[in-house]
């Protein structure tokens, strides 16, 4: 088992200030990602791309934004992450500005299944959670990765109404615009990252120097980790979910004969509680283990879904299924992040931690495209709801054996 020993700067106003500016570009990149699902029966009515080919090109999209985090990861790790989240914010407003003008299927799949993934993945947690945890000592890390996760979540309750309010308001093209000038709002948001990306290299430095391990070793040690491993099954299972629902929970409510604005708010409230659930799991992860934080939240999603299976589908009672599921919503992405960087140190967190995002978007992909299979051949989504169960339940048992060492605090090292 290979940790990071370099030192680490003790917490400042300018570490407080990357972690708010890290927040704020997964504020727009996550909310752009995950109110998608809000386009899916504007676009399939207006252009005659059928749901299985739309869930399809979400689906790719999944796939693609996991397969880029740990590529993005690495060059993050070896040029610097400022300019990886730079080049993504133009890939994601170019997706959005023209997923308008290619409506076929195989324009979507290029657009939002390709660019727009990748361009979010290029602005997303491995890379924001990386760049901060190495600025951190491991007690403050896994607190700053909840207030991090916290800005995705905040992104999906703020995009959702307004994504939606767009759409009635103007249609879906001009959301898709709307969207693009989001994008490009993260770039002024990585100066604050600028000083700090070059304290993380000088960290990166050091810690190689003390360390002796090269990328390609750290991958050969990882893979053979059994804990590692662990982490993977668990997540996979989180991107299985979510991809779901966000790509076909707003037409399982039409289906129960709700409004859009229902879907949107929602979402919005999934979103909103997750700030809650974001913030106490990075909370907790200062004073518990992180498997059993995991297993936790996993074994209350399989609970939460088996009660919205049976429970009569009224707008208030969506609402209090939405608010109840946001705690878990994103709440993995701290203890995963956590204990990736307690198995193996911060030198390579964005590459093994983005790795691990992989197996989470593998699970999106079939969570995204298996649920529009399953609804064009069962005219309902109730068997993905039962897989959804199953899969949590697994997901729960699966992080018990994780070999995770007490937190031990480190005295940080004085200013220079």
Known sequence: MSTSTAPHAPATAGTLGLILAAAAILLITMGIRQTSGLFLLPITETTGVTIVAFSFA??????????????????????????????????????????????????????????????????????????????????KRSMASGIINAGG??????????????????????????????????????????????????????????????????????????????????????????????????????????????????????????????????????????KYLLAWVYASRAVIIAIYIVMPKTALNIYVFAAALGVTWLATVPPTAGLVGKLFGTRYLATLFGLTLLSHQIGGFLGAWLGGIVLSQTDSYQWMWYADIALALLAAIVNLPIREQRLQTQPAAAPA
């Open 153 to 290: 979540s905040i992104g999906q309750s703020v995009f959702a109404p307004a994504v939606q309010l767009i759409i009635s308001a103007a249609g879906w093209t001009t959301a898709m615009f709307a969207t693009a000038f989001a994008a490009l709002l993260t770039i002024p948001l990585v100066l604050p990252l600028l000083r700090s990306a070059s304290n993380a290299a000088a960290s990166a430095k050091a810690a190689v120097a003390t360390a002796h391990i090269s990328l390609t070793e750290q991958l050969r040690e990882a893979i053979r980790n059994p804990s590692y491993l662990c982490l993977h099954a668990g997540f996979f299972t989180c991107g299985f979910h979510i991809a779901f629902l966000v790509t076909h929970f707003p037409n399982d409510l039409k289906l129960c004969g709700m409004m859009p604005d229902v879907a949107a708010k929602s979402l919005a409230l999934i979103g909103l509680f997750n700030v809650l659930g974001s913030l106490g799991i990075g909370w907790l992860g200062q004073r518990y283990r992180m």
């Open 58 to 139: 979400l689906a790719v999209g999944q796939f693609v934004f996991g397969a880029a985090q740990p590529v993005f990861g690495a060059l993050a790790d070896k040029f610097g992450a400022v300019r990886v989240i730079v080049a993504g914010a133009f890939m994601l407003a170019l997706g959005s500005v023209l997923t308008p003008f290619m409506t076929s299927s195989g324009g979507l799949l290029l657009t939002m299944g390709v660019l727009g993934a990748a361009g979010a993945a290029a602005g997303s947690f491995s890379i924001l959670i990386g760049i901060a945890a190495q600025q951190l000592p491991p007690e």
